[in-house]
């Protein structure tokens, strides 16, 4: 209907239509109206949680607005940084027409009637969030989304609610694409539509169908009838979907020279923001390992490793049960399997170490070394339990210090954790002979684990930013990339067992490449296996 009245006021000239218009705007008692396309079918959406934007100037925060004004009794609306709320606030209050009802004390509330109230708020640290709990709300509008952690807006989207019969909850979370690997939850979220390995893709405001499994996962379910029983419970799924919009369908910014500014942004911010969430991040100028280059190593990977390359080390970041996870990082030379992940819950807290070190032996092969993180002293048992089983274990400290030094045998480091990440740095590093060994599974929790940390050179050696600082950045633990780095940190290689591998046949063949494991006469190992 919408799209049939467009393409009458389209026949009209400018100045009928715009009567027109007015007239229309003038009948009606909303006070606010969204604009023809993206931002009408955003509005009208009968999704319960809705991911609108994709680019600037898409009305992302006037929608925003615009449903907790008409649609909704109750809203939540919020941003990152209280200080982001004031242009949210100003036309907050112009759509109100005055500043009745409105107190601006921290956090700024506006009393529109006495049954409809917009609540303002931010959650600036990991955990401020827990602020709304017991808060119900009927509209959860988060403005900037991917500025928030995953674990924030899930938080939050637990307590959209209402006791009125008939009003309808939802939440919103408006946005651009993000600028940092820590905002790739939202493609994780929004799978079907953002992740183009996604099997069954969606299209654009189709609604999909999703529950939380009893790992709290999404788990993907054929249509709002598809329930499972998830701890003795009957679970409903709820709805999902991805309305894209950009300057272009916001008509106030099309006919201004918003988008000629929006194409003179510098890269790479002007094509991050204008790609749809399909674009690479802009890396922090100190960040230890460079963001392309897990890309680079997530597309070298393959379903299977190397034939006959055997498993060499096994990365295990140790889980005090609870919600972390215990992860295990196998790795064949530079070829890392996908990450095996124990639940924490599943862990019997009472023969912790006996059933840890099973896991571990199950998946082992070859003779694999196995790492162990035992700065928590949560892995102690475990690496116990192995040792007295006669496996190979290492143990793994990331505060001691360290005697290791960089490739090039310049750099020092303060700490282990310091000199095994910059270790794998130098593993990625695409532009060393041969090119990077390193191929690692697809996984958005991965590259924000091993992208976020940060360095600073000092005295004592380059000192890598504090696990703690990272975890309170991502709102969790880097389970996931510690593992990985443990395990690239001890164990065979192929620089170390090349001709060991080359006994069993076929190594240079395989790799497509010529082994370059350089002995005293500094000649490639093919030139000694010929001498000899």
Same mark, same amino acid.
């Given at each position: 209907?919408?799209?049939?009245?467009?393409?009458?006021?389209?026949?009209?000239?400018?100045?009928?239509?715009?009567?027109?218009?007015?007239?229309?705007?003038?009948? +009606?008692?909303?006070?606010?109206?969204?604009?023809?396309?993206?931002?009408?079918?955003?509005?009208?959406?009968?999704?319960?949680?809705?991911?609108?934007?994709?680019?600037?100037?898409?009305?992302?925060?006037?929608?925003?607005?615009?449903?907790?004004?008409?649609?909704?009794?109750?809203?939540?609306?919020?941003?990152?940084?209280?200080?982001?709320?004031?242009?949210?606030?100003?036309?907050?209050?112009?759509?109100?027409?005055?500043?009745?009802?409105?107190? @601006?004390?921290?956090?700024?509330?506006?009393?529109?009637?006495?049954?409809?109230?917009?609540?303002?708020?931010?959650?600036?640290?990991?955990?401020?969030?827990?602020?709304?709990?017991?808060?119900?709300?009927?509209?959860?509008?988060?403005?900037?989304?991917?500025?928030?952690?995953?674990?924030?807006?899930?938080?939050?989207?637990?307590?959209?609610?209402?006791?009125?019969?008939?009003?309808?909850?939802?939440?919103?979370?408006?946005?651009?694409?993000?600028?940092?690997?820590?905002?790739?939850?939202?493609?994780?979220?929004?799978?079907?539509?953002?992740?183009?390995?996604?099997?069954?893709?969606?299209?654009?405001?189709?609604?999909?169908?999703?529950?939380?499994?009893?790992?709290?996962?999404?788990?993907?379910?054929?249509?709002?009838?598809?329930?499972?029983?998830?701890?003795?419970?009957?679970?409903?799924?709820?709805?999902?979907?991805?309305?894209?919009?950009?300057?272009?369908?916001?008509?106030?910014?099309?006919?201004?020279?918003?988008?000629?500014?929006?194409?003179?942004?510098?890269?790479?911010?002007?094509?991050?923001?204008?790609?749809?969430?399909?674009?690479?991040?802009?890396?922090?100028?100190?960040?230890?390992?460079? +963001?392309?280059?897990?890309?680079?190593?997530?597309?070298?990977?393959?379903?299977?490793?190397?034939?006959?390359?055997?498993?060499?080390?096994?990365?295990?970041?140790?889980?005090?049960?609870?919600?972390?996870?215990?992860?295990?990082?196998?790795?064949?030379?530079?070829?890392?399997?996908?990450?095996?992940?124990?639940?924490?819950?599943?862990?019997?807290?009472?023969?912790? @170490?006996?059933?840890?070190?099973?896991?571990?032996?199950?998946?082992?092969?070859?003779?694999?070394?196995?790492?162990?993180?035992? @700065?928590?002293?949560?892995?102690?048992?475990?690496?116990?339990?192995?040792?007295?089983?006669?496996?190979?274990?290492?143990?793994?400290? @990331?505060?001691?210090?360290? +005697?290791?030094?960089?490739?090039?045998?310049?750099?020092?480091?303060?700490?282990?954790?310091?000199?095994?990440?910059?270790?794998?740095?130098?593993?990625?590093?695409?532009?060393?002979?041969?090119?990077?060994?390193?191929?690692?599974?697809?996984?958005?929790?991965?590259?924000?684990?091993?992208?976020?940390?940060?360095?600073?050179?000092?005295?004592?050696?380059?000192?890598?930013?504090?696990?703690?600082?990272?975890?309170?950045?991502?709102?969790?633990? +880097?389970?996931?990339?510690?593992?990985?780095?443990?395990?690239?940190?001890?164990?065979?290689?192929?620089?170390?067992?090349?001709?060991?591998?080359?006994?069993?046949?076929?190594?240079?063949?395989?790799?497509?490449?010529?082994?370059?494991?350089?002995?005293?006469?500094?000649?490639?190992?093919?030139?000694?296996?010929?001498?000899?």
């Amino acid at each position: 209907m919408i799209d049939d009245l467009k393409g009458m006021l389209e026949r009209f000239s400018p100045e009928k239509a715009q009567e027109v218009i007015s007239d229309a705007i003038e009948m +009606t008692d909303e006070k606010w109206i969204p604009n023809p396309g993206p931002q009408t079918r955003a509005y009208f959406c009968e999704a319960d949680v809705l991911l609108y934007g994709g680019e600037p100037g898409g009305g992302k925060s006037q929608l925003v607005l615009g449903l907790a004004f008409n649609a909704h009794r109750r809203a939540l609306v919020m941003r990152r940084e209280y200080g982001d709320l004031d242009r949210l606030v100003e036309d907050a209050l112009k759509i109100h027409g005055s500043r009745d009802g409105f107190n @601006g004390s921290p956090p700024p509330k506006l009393r529109i009637t006495n049954d409809k109230i917009i609540d303002f708020a931010a959650a600036h640290r990991i955990g401020d969030e827990q602020g709304q709990m017991g808060k119900g709300h009927d509209l959860l509008a988060v403005d900037e989304a991917t500025h928030f952690a995953e674990s924030q807006i899930r938080f939050l989207m637990g307590w959209v609610r209402t006791e009125l019969p008939g009003q309808r909850c939802r939440t919103v979370l408006a946005t651009n694409p993000p600028l940092t690997a820590e905002g790739l939850w939202v493609t994780k979220m929004f799978a079907p539509w953002l992740d183009p390995r996604y099997p069954r893709p969606a299209k654009e405001g189709e609604l999909r169908w999703v529950i939380s499994d009893e790992d709290g996962d999404d788990l993907w379910v054929d249509d709002q009838d598809d329930c499972r029983v998830i701890r003795d419970k009957l679970i409903r799924p709820t709805s999902r979907t991805y309305i894209h919009s950009s300057v272009r369908d916001n008509p106030w910014y099309a006919a201004s020279d918003y988008e000629r500014q929006l194409d003179a942004m510098p890269e790479p911010y002007r094509s991050l923001l204008m790609g749809g969430f399909k674009t690479s991040f802009k890396d922090q100028p100190n960040q230890v390992i460079p +963001t392309a280059w897990v890309q680079a190593a997530q597309k070298r990977w393959t379903q299977l490793p190397p034939e006959n390359v055997p498993m060499c080390a096994i990365g295990v970041d140790a889980s005090g049960g609870g919600d972390d996870p215990m992860v295990m990082a196998v790795r064949h030379d530079g070829w890392y399997d996908r990450l095996k992940k124990i639940p924490g819950k599943e862990i019997p807290m009472d023969r912790a @170490g006996s059933f840890c070190a099973g896991q571990v032996i199950s998946y082992r092969r070859d003779d694999a070394t196995v790492i162990i993180d035992l @700065g928590g002293g949560f892995g102690s048992s475990m690496y116990e339990h192995l040792k007295t089983n006669n496996i190979e274990v290492k143990g793994y400290k @990331g505060a001691e210090s360290s +005697t290791r030094r960089s490739q090039e045998g310049k750099l020092k480091f303060t700490n282990t954790r310091s000199a095994a990440y910059w270790a794998m740095r130098e593993a990625l590093d695409p532009g060393q002979p041969g090119g990077s060994p390193i191929a690692l599974p697809d996984d958005p929790e991965l590259i924000a684990d091993l992208t976020a940390p940060t360095y600073e050179p000092t005295p004592a050696g380059i000192k890598l930013e504090t696990k703690e600082k990272v975890c309170d950045r991502l709102g969790r633990s +880097t389970d996931s990339g510690d593992a990985v780095v443990m395990a690239w940190w001890e164990g065979a290689r192929e620089t170390s067992h090349a001709l060991e591998w080359a006994e069993q046949g076929g190594f240079g063949k395989r790799m497509k490449r010529i082994p370059q494991m350089i002995g005293s006469d500094r000649k490639p190992l093919s030139a000694q296996r010929r001498v000899a």
